[in-house]
């Protein structure tokens, strides 16, 4: 329905951005990987798919095409729904997904959290091709925040995981890497929780 949205970046975190078009604001769901990418960028156009459930019209939103079209190869596989598309989109780069499927590596996919070898081997063997025949190779863009550790603990909180365990592992992570990225701790956080 909606292929992008331009707009002003009325509120960002890591799981979602408020973007403001026309005095409307859209509440868009988006990747680790988007929200790195946006960084401390004022406008933005961010590229779409609208889910329609019964009780819910969610609109999610991708820095570029290939991460959208990426997304929605992922969501017609059996036993990958949005969430679960969003949450490997935001553990892995576009580039590193597509590669670990293209090369039957389910080892990289079973990394994210709550994918298990089911579910990797049907994304591989549902994808393998279609991807093999797609090119997804995208440049990474890498911020750094002054408030890394809230705002990947905000990350994981929104994407389920609860307070206290989320906030040791950030804690650890920080521990050996102080000057993480958000996007890397969100990353090495999904793979310890």
Same mark, same amino acid.
């Given at each position: 329905?909606? !292929?992008?949205?331009? &707009?002003?970046? #009325?509120?960002? *975190?890591?799981?979602? !951005? ?5 005095? $409307?604001?859209?509440?868009?769901? $988006? ?10 960028? =004022?406008?933005?156009? @961010?590229?779409?798919? @609208?889910? $329609? /459930? ?12 290939? =991460? ?5 190869? @992922? ?8 969430? %679960? !598309?969003? @949450? ?10 597509? *590669?670990?499927? #293209? ?5 990289? $996919? ?6 298990? %070898?089911?579910? #990797? ?16 190779? =995208? =440049? ?9 550790? *809230?705002? !990947? ?12 365990? #989320? &906030? ?5 992570? /920080? &521990?050996? %890497? ?16």
């Amino acid at each position: 329905m909606y !292929a992008f949205i331009s &707009g002003t970046i #009325a509120a960002i *975190t890591p799981a979602y !951005a408020i973007l403001e078009n026309n005095g $409307i604001g859209y509440f868009v769901n $988006i990747t680790v990987n988007t929200f790195t990418a946006i960084g401390e960028q =004022e406008r933005v156009k @961010l590229y779409t798919h @609208l889910q $329609i /459930l019964e009780d819910a019209h969610n609109l999610f939103g991708f820095y570029t095409e290939k =991460e959208r079209d990426l997304f929605e190869m @992922l969501i017609t596989v059996s036993g990958v729904g949005c969430n %679960t !598309a969003r @949450l490997l989109l935001s553990s892995l780069t576009v580039n590193e997904l597509s *590669t670990a499927i #293209a090369n039957e590596d389910f080892k990289t $996919i079973q990394q994210v959290k709550g994918i298990g %070898t089911k579910t #990797a081997q049907r994304i591989v063997v549902d994808l393998k091709d279609k991807v093999k025949k797609t090119e997804f190779t =995208e =440049e990474i863009v890498e911020t750094v925040d002054n408030t890394v550790k *809230t705002e !990947a603990l905000s990350a994981l909180m929104i994407l389920g995981f609860s307070k206290g365990p #989320a &906030g040791k592992v950030l804690d650890k992570l /920080l &521990g050996k %890497t102080p000057d993480a990225s958000v996007e890397v701790l969100i990353r090495e956080a999904l793979k310890l929780l």
